[in-house]
């Protein structure tokens, strides 16, 4: 049973414009939210998260929008890179588990 | 880079062969986790080690172990090996066993392919 739901397994965006990673959960316990990059032959580096008692978190280039009512959060990338090239996980946490659970991810293509 | 070490990066095994996959945490992390990664799918939780004591189990098969040292180095054994075990194997460290922000830092995995 997945959990947490990355329905988009690929997107391409051109340089310079936006692009938005999608992400739906169903486990109403999920308090912490996280996103991951991974690049080929790496492990997923951290990105950026969001606590369940915000609606937004923002670090530089990325933000992290989160509404609870739909169980569906989104990650914003202004403006894209080709480096930005690689697969992006979602990932959640509930506060009696301490193991994260991942979407299947989505592989972002900036096209120069 | 992340500060977690996993070895080897890469094992090819036959059949009804056993494995020992390492990790070494970040320093000062006491929690290490261990994930699997099968093809084109999501990170799926294994198990979880805190300061040497089994915390948490995932979808972990009774032909897998693990065991977490003193030194906080932590050790994945997978026996009786099948086709199907053939994937990434992760470990990840974080602080603390509650954190409040519960973000794990990954090592760069273990490609294991059994033939």
């Known amino acids: 049973d997945q959990q947490v739901k990355q329905n988009s397994p690929s997107l391409s965006v051109q340089e310079g414009r936006i692009s938005i990673l999608n992400c739906d959960y169903t486990n109403s316990m999920f308090d912490y939210f996280l996103w991951y990059k991974k690049y080929p032959a790496e492990g997923p580096t951290f990105l950026i998260s969001?606590?369940?008692?915000?609606d937004k978190n923002e670090d530089g280039r990325f933000t992290v929008f989160l509404n609870k009512s739909a169980k569906h959060l989104s990650l914003h990338i202004v403006p894209s890179q080709p480096g930005d090239s690689a697969v992006y996980f979602c990932?959640?946490?509930?506060?009696?588990?301490?193991?994260?659970?991942f979407g299947t991810g989505t592989r972002l293509t900036v096209i120069p | 880079d992340s500060g977690v070490t996993q070895t080897p990066k890469h094992l090819i095994t036959a059949t009804g062969q056993r494995v020992t996959l390492r990790c070494s945490p970040r320093s000062g992390d006491l929690s290490v986790y261990w994930y699997q990664q099968s093809l084109d799918q999501g990170l799926q939780f294994l198990i979880q080690?805190?300061?040497?004591?089994?915390?948490a189990k995932g979808n972990i098969l009774e032909r897998f172990s693990a065991q977490q040292f003193p030194d906080l180095h932590s050790e994945l054994n997978l026996s009786s090996l099948e086709l199907g075990d053939s994937a990434l194997y992760f470990c990840?460290?974080?602080?603390?066993?509650?954190?409040?922000?519960?973000?794990?830092?990954f090592g760069p995995g273990t490609r294991l392919t059994v033939l």
């Open positions: 969001i606590s369940s008692i915000k």
């Open positions: 990840a460290s974080s602080v603390r066993r509650d954190s409040k922000s519960p973000e794990q830092f």
């Open positions: 990932a959640a946490s509930a506060r009696e588990a301490n193991n994260l659970f």
């Open positions: 080690y805190y300061n040497g004591e089994e915390r």
